[in-house]
């Protein structure tokens, strides 16, 4: 058991990303990753809204209404589709990709 906890303790953040975007599943670095992201992008938007309203030109207050529109929308979806399937660990992604061994071959039906 500490063996596990040792696996997932030794990981960086940027290492757990890069395995979170190759494995199955979502875990928590990736998500933060992602929100942050999106965090980002949101005042990106709310500048080119601000400069768009500056401008006073209202196709181009339209066009940025409308990514920021598309941008609440894709980061809700994600949101809920994360609550109904849920964070995976780091550890089980690695070892869905067989990067650690497992410990008893004998009970994952496995032979040697």
Known sequence: ME???SVGEGISSANAVLLGALAPGVNGPTWNT???TFVMLGLCL???LGLAFS???????LHV???VLITV???LL???FLAQTGLVSVE???REMDLVPNDCPEKSGKSK
Do not use: G, R, V, Y
Request: without cysteine; hydrophobic residues 55%.
């Open 55 to 61: 401008a006073s030109d209202s196709s181009l207050i």
């Open 92 to 94: 089980h992604q690695m």
């Open 78 to 80: 994600l949101s809920w």
């Open 3 to 5: 063996n596990k906890k």
């Open 46 to 48: 709310a500048l080119m």
């Open 73 to 75: 929308t894709l980061f």
């Open 34 to 36: 992602l929100k942050s």
């Open 65 to 67: 209404a409308f990514l």
